[in-house]
T-cell receptor, first 110, second 116 residues
Framework: EDQVTQSPEALRLQEGESSSLNCSYTVSGLRGLFWYRQDPGKGPEFLFTLYSAGEEKEKERLKATLTKKESFLHITAPKPEDSATYLC???????????FGAGTRLFVKA | DSGVTQTPKHLITATGQRVTLRCSPRSGDLSVYWYQQSLDQGLQFLIQ???????AKGNILERFSAQQFPDLHSELNLSSLELGDSALYFC???????????????FGPGTRLTVL
């Protein structure tokens, strides 16, 4: 069964303290892996798509990487406005179902 | 603003009732997705439509149904509502033209359903 597991569940950082979020996945053929940011009470906001192992994408303080079993979202020198829940999702090649992980809640303190 | 609109923003109803949630995708997007998000379940994929036809089905209850109309807007119908159906319901849309046919989804602001 296709599955996405994110860790940690919650992460508290000081402003400027870099860290990484993990997304481990089990899927019968990966069509794509997605990262989203979600603020409380709002819809998820698309960040990145990764298609194959070794691929990397960057946007401001965020960098996403992909291996055959997991993806990392690296946050460099975070700011308080980076506080949000970060969601990882996969779509498999067998169909078009999107499977989301439970997310990592990130808190960045000034 | 993602360009995806959902109405209504809030809906309060009683158990046993039926409600309809509406979604308008981004201009040009052919795919519409519906999700349910509750505190203890995370974001659960319900169903996807592509250009009017059902493409993928997730954990959608038999009491729930959806459709996509010729103008590409979509409706999610929830019937015989139970307390446990209280949640945020999100619609997302995606376009075509990507090389691998895997499209980023753009989410609407959601409809908060409260069943009393």
């Amino acid at each position: 069964e296709d599955q996405v597991t994110q860790s940690p569940e919650a992460l508290r950082l000081q402003e400027g303290e870099s860290s990484s979020l993990n997304c481990s996945y089990t899927v019968s053929g990966l069509r794509g892996l997605f990262w989203y940011r979600q603020d409380p009470g709002k819809g998820p906001e698309f960040l990145f798509t990764l298609y194959s192992a070794g691929e990397e994408k960057e946007k401001e303080r965020l960098k996403a990487t992909l291996t055959k079993k997991e993806s990392f979202l690296h946050i460099t020198a975070p700011k308080p406005e980076d506080s949000a829940t970060y969601l990882c999702a996969v779509v498999n090649t067998g169909g078009f179902k999107t499977i989301f992980g439970a997310g990592t809640r990130l808190f960045v303190k000034a | 603003d993602s360009g995806v609109t959902q109405t209504p923003k809030h809906l309060i109803t009683a158990t046993g009732q039926r409600v309809t949630l509406r979604c308008s995708p981004r201009s040009g997007d052919l795919s519409v997705y519906w999700y349910q998000q509750s505190l203890d379940q995370g974001l659960q994929f319900l169903i996807q439509y592509y250009n009017g036809e059902e493409r993928a089905k997730g954990n959608i209850l038999e009491r729930f149904s959806a459709q996509q109309f010729p103008d590409l807007h979509s409706e999610l119908n929830l019937s015989s509502l139970e307390l446990g159906d209280s949640a945020l319901y999100f619609c997302a849309s995606s376009g075509t033209g990507r090389a691998r046919n895997t499209n980023e989804q753009f989410f609407g602001p959601g409809t908060r359903l409260t069943v009393l």
